[in-house]
Structures are given as C-alpha cells and as structure tokens.
C-alpha cells in the first residue's frame, strides 16, 4: 500500500511524510480527487502511521507490525471504514461506529475513523462525527474522501486539512486500469483521453466505445491514404456510432489519439531527418481536429462537423 500511495501521490505522500516527521498531525483530513487517484491508499498508509508499534525515525509506519498488518487486512478494531448506506451516510451509522470504537478500547486510546463519498453525509451525522474528535478518553484520527468537493458540506470542509489528490498521470492511470481488468489495449486509449479513472471504467465496459476503438482508426487511416472514401465513412459508420453529445466528444478525442498514433509510428520508422513538412501536416490536422471541437461545443452538427475535417484534411494532401 505504501508503495502504491507514493506512486500515485508522491507530492501528497511527501507532504504527508513530513507531517509526520514533525510530528504534526492533525485530528482531519479531507482527501479530494478523482476515484483510483490512490485516496484509500493514501488513508490506509495514514491509519498505520497512527498506530504502528514500532514507527521508523521519520514517523512512517514499520507496515510489518501488529498493526500495521491488521490495518492492511482491514481488521483492526480500532479502525473502523463508514461508505453510504443507500443514497447517504445515516447518523444512526455513526453512533454504530462509535460504539465499535468504544468496544475496543481496550486496544488503544487511537482510534481512526475512514468515511468514504463524505459529501453523501447528511449533516447531523457530520455533526455527530466531529464531536467525537473532542472526545476526551480517546485521540482520534478521521479521514474524509471525496469524488466531488464542492458537494462536501462546510461543517465538514472547514474543520478538516484538504489533501488534494491529482488526476493521474497517462501511464499510471493506464496500469490502474488494466490492474481493474480493463483490456491493456482499451486501457492505453482510456488514459489518452483525459477522462478520470472512474469514467475510464464505465466507457470500457460500453459496446459503442470499444467499437470506436476500431472504427475511429479506419477513418483515420483513409485520411492517412487520401481515399474519398473517408468522406462517405462519415454518414455510413461514424454518425451512427456516436449518437449523443457525450460520445461525440469521446471521438474527436478518439480522432486526435489516433492522428498522435499515427504521427509516432511515422517518425519509429527509422528515418533519422523527419521532414519538416510532416510535421507541419500533423500539426495542421490536429488543429483541424481542435477546431472540430470547438464546433462541437458550439453546438455545429456532428456530421457537419466531421465532414469538413475529412475534406479539410483530404484536401490538404493534394
Ligand atoms: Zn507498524
């Protein structure tokens, strides 16, 4: 896990890391980012940390102890996890994981409380929450996540250090996809398109998304060959295939990562001296393709849209 966490997050592992050599912990935390940017991780690591039995010099968790074993388990009693019951985080379920917390203090006076999507907490639940870390008989750490930030409520954002979680970068997010069974040639374009990780997931499991995968290509490559054909393909294939505003968007990112292919494979060939030309062809289709984009956000039909790129890009061949 810990390998994992400074993987993902190193600026918030460092961070973290030095909090802990100064020993300056704080009561919260609201770790905030995208799902699979390493927040449960991140918390685990933090959980050992508070309670590992033999800390190394600078604060980290030995992750070998008693402890820090049971909590990489997920079977400390000490540590208790909250997600939503339903659409929301119930205060009936805080007042339960105070009571576990209790049961257990035989163990220690440290108790750590993890609450998954905090924004679905309603607010007397919160408020229940926070009272605890006054709690006089125990020293309590509690770890607050979120997809969505700006949903969190302020009782909650104000009492709390905001650890911001980044989006990853393409290859670790590639690799976490492909560790959550997403295929590795699904996963290579997912982590091209600048969606988050938990969007990534949802469009592999999508039948039209890994038909783009194929379909978009081919257009590309009759671009590549300067076939008219590239300019029927539009009605025939592509218009069908994405049918919504959201799809559309996919394949003009779908169209730019298959020009970038394109382009990369070109200069692996084995030329030493790219021609300027080339460059400066790929480089005016992309912009042909931002420009679509744009289009596209400004409402212009989708058909329209793409059959002035094809003519636009065919024409540029001649
Ligand atoms: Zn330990």
């Known amino acids: 896990m810990n390998e994992e966490f400074a993987a993902l997050q190193p600026a918030v592992f460092r961070q973290l890391k030095n909090t802990l050599k100064h ?19 991140a918390a685990q690591w933090l959980a050992q940390a508070f309670l590992c039995l033999d800390p190394q010099p600078d604060g980290s ?3 070998v102890c008693a402890n820090c074993r049971r909590i990489a388990a997920g079977e400390h009693p000490d540590v208790q996890t909250v997600a939503p019951s339903g659409l929301s985080i119930k205060v009936e379920q805080i007042r339960q994981v105070k009571r576990e917390l209790s049961k257990a203090g035989m ?4 108790k750590v409380i993890v609450i998954e999507s905090c924004d679905k907490m309603s607010a007397s639940a919160a408020n229940s929450l926070l009272k605890f870390i006054e709690e006089p008989l125990f020293e ?6 979120t997809d969505h930030l700006a949903q969190v409520l302020p009782t909650i954002r104000s009492r709390c250090q905001i650890l911001h979680f980044l989006p990853l970068a393409p290859a670790k997010l590639e690799a976490r996809l492909v560790k959550e069974d997403v295929s590795p040639e699904a996963a290579r374009v997912l982590a091209h398109l600048g969606v988050s990780f938990a969007a990534a997931v949802e469009l592999s499991k999508q039948e039209w998304f890994n038909e ?7 257009w590309v490559k009759l671009l590549e060959k300067n076939d008219p054909q590239a300019f029927v393909y539009v009605q025939e294939k592509l218009v069908k295939l994405f049918s919504d505003r959201p799809s559309q968007e996919i394949a003009l990112d779908l169209v730019l990562y298959a ?11 084995g030329k030493a001296q790219i021609a300027k030309a080339q460059i400066a062809k790929a480089n005016e ?3 042909c393709i931002l420009n679509a984009k744009n289009k596209l956000a400004a409402n212009v039909n989708f058909q329209g849209i793409l059959e002035q790129a094809a003519i636009e890009i065919l024409t540029d061949h001649k």
């Open 259 to 269: 020009l970038g292919q394109v382009f990369s494979a070109s200069l692996t060939g």
């Open 23 to 41: 020993q300056r912990l704080s009561h919260a935390y609201l770790f905030e980012g995208d799902a699979g940017t390493g927040k449960r991780a």
């Open 212 to 218: 783009a995968r194929n379909v978009v290509p081919h």
């Open 140 to 145: 309590v750490l509690i770890v607050f996540e």
């Open 107 to 110: 163990e220690s006076a440290k």
């Open 61 to 63: 968790p030995c992750g």
């Open 285 to 287: 289709q992309r912009l």
